[in-house]
T-cell receptor
Framework: GAVVSQHPSRVICKSGTSVKIECRSLDFQATTMFWYRQFPKQSLMLMATSNEGSKATYEQGVEKDKFLINHASLTLSTLTVTSAHPEDSSFYIC???????????????FGPGTRLLVL | KNQVEQSPQSLIILEGKNCTLQ??????????LRWYKQDTGRGPVSLTIMTFSENTKSNGRYTATLDADTKQSSLHITASQLSDSASYIC????????????FGIGTKLQVIP
């Protein structure tokens, strides 16, 4: 099956610093990527949808100036958590599909996740 | 409001036993339903996907069923193995928009020897 990678897998940073997380589709071109956040014992929550070459679409309540998303190529999307605070500590997961739209039959391929701890 | 409810929240079974996980949804208009397995600290991995017209789908020891009339799905795991210990997430998609995906909170399964 298709492979999506994330880097880094784990990051610890000081409050106030910025952290960049990369999401790559390794064997297919992903026109659309998704960024999720998952707190302990909770389900994945969609943060934003990222389309190659255009601005990301953010879900209600997600600060676009705090969570900067760049989808500059068909295989790479980045999420930058700016001025991170302890409450941003979470598990961040990206996913990708290889063409726009999730009609019946497509599969979303998830990355392994990035554990962020802000001290 | 689109919702996906899963039960039980957690389950402990002996290795080799079977188990069934439940998923009820109120998502509309329905497009498809997926079951994912998520190991602790890892991203979800797809197990099965079913559209409106499919009522059962198997993937090895995993068998998913779908009743679109009652809006219920189940995931049956046969002859459980220790490696089946994980969270199993039911995900329902709405037709017409790729961002309209609703995740269940998951069922945490623990298989013990």
């Amino acid at each position: 099956g298709a492979v999506v990678s994330q880097h880094p897998s784990r990051v610890i940073c000081k409050s106030g610093t910025s952290v960049k997380i990369e999401c790559r589709s390794l064997d297919f071109q992903a026109t659309t990527m998704f960024w999720y956040r998952q707190f302990p014992k909770q389900s994945l929550m969609l943060m934003a949808t990222s389309n190659e070459g255009s601005k990301a679409t953010y879900e209600q309540g997600v600060e676009k100036d705090k969570f900067l998303i760049n989808h500059a190529s068909l295989t790479l999307s980045t999420l930058t958590v700016t001025s991170a605070h302890p409450e941003d500590s979470s598990f961040y997961i990206c996913s990708a599909i290889n063409y726009p739209g999730l009609a019946g039959g497509e599969t979303q391929y998830f990355g392994p996740g990035t554990r962020l701890l802000v001290l | 409001k689109n919702q996906v409810e899963q039960s039980p929240q957690s389950l402990i079974i002996l290795e080799g036993k079977n188990c069934t996980l439940q998923c009820n949804y109120t998502v509309s208009p329905f497009s498809n339903l997926r079951w994912y397995k998520q190991d602790t600290g890892r991203g979800p991995v797809s197990l099965t996907i079913m559209t409106f017209s499919e009522n059962t789908k198997s993937n090895g020891r995993y068998t998913a069923t779908l009743d679109a009339d009652t809006k219920q799905s189940s995931l049956h795991i046969t002859a459980s193995q220790l490696s089946d210990s994980a969270s199993y997430i039911c995900v329902v998609s709405v037709s017409g928009g790729y961002q309209k995906v609703t995740f269940g909170i998951g069922t945490k399964l623990q298989v013990i020897p």
